[in-house]
C-alpha cells in the first residue's frame, strides 16, 4: 500500500528532527530512522493497530514519545495524519483538529449524526401520531390493531439513535450528557403531539 504524508505529519517530523538535533548530534537522524522503522510496519501490516477515536489508528514509536496516527482511506493508500508528540496537549491530537483535511473527522460524524437524528425523530413522531390516532379508532370498531401497535413500537426503538449521538458526542468532547435527558425529552414531545393531535381529531368528529 502507498503511504502518503499530509503536511501537517511533514511538519511535525520536520520540528522533531530540528529539535533532537539541538539536544544531541545525530539524535534527530535516529528519530527520523525510527520513524521509517514505523512507517514499516504499518504499510506492512496497516490495520495491526486498532481503529480508535473515529477511523484513525495510532503506532507508537520505538524509543521516542511519539505516535504516528494515520487513517486507511482504500485498499491502495495510507494517509499519516500526525507524528505526535504525546508530551503535548491531547487536544492537539488529529482529530480534533479542523485543518486536516479541510472537516475534521469527528466534525463529519457530528454533522452526519445530527442529520440522521432529524430525519429519524420526524419518522417517529409521524408513526406515533398515525398509529396511536388509528388505535383507537380500531379499538372502538373492533377492527385489527397489530398494524398500529407495530407502528408505536417501532416509534419508541427510533428514540435510541438520538440518544447514542448524545453519548458519541459525549466521548468525543467535554460534553457530559448521558443520553437520559434527552430521551425524556423525546418521550415528553411525543405524547404532547400526541395529545394535541387527538385533541383536534376529536373535535374534528
Wanted: hydrophobic share 45%; aromatic share 18%; charged share 20%.
Amino acid at each position: 500500500m502507498r503511504l502518503r504524508y499530509t503536511d501537517r505529519a511533514k511538519d511535525d517530523i520536520e520540528i522533531a528532527i530540528l529539535w533532537y538535533e539541538k539536544q544531541k548530534t545525530d539524535l534527530g537522524f535516529e528519530f527520523l530512522d525510527c520513524i521509517k522503522e514505523s512507517e514499516k510496519q504499518i504499510k506492512n501490516q496497516p490495520k495491526m493497530y486498532a481503529a480508535s477515536y473515529s477511523f484513525y489508528r495510532g503506532c507508537v514509536v520505538k524509543r521516542f514519545p511519539f505516535s504516528i496516527y494515520y487513517t486507511i482511506e482504500n485498499k491502495e493508500e495510507i494517509v499519516v495524519h500526525s507524528v505526535f508528540d504525546n508530551r503535548q496537549n491531547p487536544n492537539k491530537r488529529p482529530w480534533f483538529s479542523a485543518n486536516t483535511g479541510g472537516v475534521s473527522i469527528i466534525t463529519k460524524l457530528k454533522v452526519k449524526w445530527i442529520i440522521a437524528t432529524v430525519i429519524i425523530s420526524i419518522v417517529g413522531y409521524l408513526l406515533i401520531v398515525h398509529g396511536g390516532v388509528y388505535l383507537e379508532s380500531a379499538e372502538r370498531n373492533n377492527q385489527p390493531t397489530w398494524m398500529y401497535q407495530l407502528e408505536g413500537l417501532i416509534a419508541w426503538v427510533l428514540l435510541w439513535p438520538v440518544v447514542i449521538y448524545f453519548w458519541i458526542l459525549s466521548f468525543f468532547s467535554d460534553n457530559k450528557i448521558f443520553g437520559a435527558e434527552v430521551i425524556l425529552i423525546q418521550f415528553s414531545g411525543y405524547f404532547l403531539l400526541y395529545y394535541l393531535c387527538l385533541k383536534f381529531c376529536n373535535k374534528k368528529t
